[in-house]
């Protein structure tokens, strides 16, 4: 009987230790899942407030610049945002208006387009568009964009 009890003892051990590494196992698993949808999320942490179709970042562009994408309602102030266009050191390449093409009025997404007339920079190809939610108020705390890397082609 003693026997009986020392084997008893010793699967339900095996069974407690192998469910433990099974849920360890998935664990690990799921902190890799975060971590990836992390930095899914870093490269465009504006992705609740704007998505940007095209160009996508590290893309490269040419003149025109045609861009595409969707904003929520916040975003825009009677329908339209401004957008710029830099080279990698700061300096202004080109600006122009994004326009909704949908219902700007709601808090739900609607669709924008803009077009950019550039010169190329000869001192660099890297360069950045800078989507700036439109802030008619002008306080630093309404203040808010998504700035993609690009490159000139």
């Given amino acids: 009987m003693k026997q009986f009890v020392i084997i ?4 339900f051990a095996a069974v407690i230790l192998a469910s433990g590494l099974s849920t360890v196992s998935k664990s690990k698993k799921g902190v890799s899942d975060i971590k990836t949808e992390l930095a899914k999320d870093a490269k465009n942490e504006k992705s609740d407030l704007i998505q940007l179709s095209s160009p996508v970042e590290d893309s490269y562009i040419v003149n025109p610049l045609n861009i595409y994408g969707s904003a929520r309602g916040k975003w825009y102030f009677e329908g339209s945002f401004p957008v ?18 949908g219902d700007w009025t709601s808090e739900n997404f609607a669709p924008f387009e ?6 190329k920079p000869e001192s660099t190809d890297k360069g950045f568009l ?3 939610k439109d802030n008619p108020s002008g306080l ?3 203040d808010d964009s998504l700035k993609i890397r690009i490159f000139f082609k």
């Fill in 114 to 119: 803009a077009s950019l007339d550039f010169k």
């Fill in 84 to 101: 710029s266009l830099t080279d990698d050191l700061g300096n202004v390449l080109g600006g122009g208006i994004a326009i909704a093409k």
């Fill in 8 to 11: 008893a003892l010793i699967i």
């Fill in 140 to 142: 630093p705390e309404n």
């Fill in 130 to 132: 800078i989507l700036k």
